[in-house]
């Protein structure tokens, strides 16, 4: 038997499966900041709020955004807590890098403007996992594993976020991304 542990998800996207039930995450695309034996910590992509971002933060931070960026739900646990996730120059600068150059801002290292950043997003709330949760989440195959790009994090097309990851996976996901949210539907 193995002593290895599961395979750190970190920097990975959880896409939902179309049977899982919670209302929470029901299409949800979700990008993985944290994964340990103590827990899972990621942020849900495709929930865009009514908030707009420069009129929710605080001034230091709302001055990074672009004029018409919203808040997304980030996932249920402490909606008041905001994440801000960008795609940055200078990856180094990040406080902590999710993949490639796309990490989290330092919102105290942020006071000094928007320089090194090629995109930003904000975030209220988070998924979170206690430990053993998220594996045994996988293990029912409630999550599909993806690779993260910067464009999903990013992108304008919410709705189509998780179709196009699912898509991009191939072979029978592909089929699966073309399924109605609504079976009886089709």
């Known amino acids: 038997m193995s002593t290895e542990g ?4 970190r920097g990975r996207l959880l896409v939902a499966a179309p049977a899982l039930v919670d209302p ?5 695309v979700v990008l993985m900041l944290e994964h340990s034996a103590d827990g899972a910590l ?4 495709n929930r865009p709020t009514p908030l707009v971002s420069r009129e929710a933060l605080p001034a230091h931070l709302a001055e990074l955004m672009p004029g018409d960026e919203r808040v997304f739900e980030g996932g249920p646990v ?3 807590a905001v994440i801000l996730l960008a795609d940055f120059t200078d990856p180094p600068a990040a406080a902590n890098l999710a993949f490639g150059s ?3 801002v330092d919102p105290e290292a942020a006071a000094g403007g928007s320089g090194g950043l090629r995109a930003i997003r904000a975030f209220g709330g988070y998924a979170g ?4 949760q998220l594996e045994r989440e996988l293990e029912e195959e409630a999550w599909i594993d993806a690779a993260a790009e910067a464009e999903d994090v990013f992108t304008d097309d ?7 990851v699912m898509e991009r996976k191939g072979g029978s996901w592909r089929l699966i991304a073309r399924m109605p949210r609504d079976p009886r539907m089709n």
Do not use: K, S, T, Y
């Open 24 to 28: 929470n995450f029901a299409r949800a």
């Open 6 to 9: 599961p395979p750190n998800r």
């Open 158 to 164: 919410h709705d189509g976020l998780w179709a196009r």
């Open 78 to 80: 402490q909606p008041e």
């Open 129 to 132: 996992w206690a430990g053993g």
């Open 102 to 104: 796309v990490g989290i």
């Open 42 to 45: 990621g942020l849900v992509l």
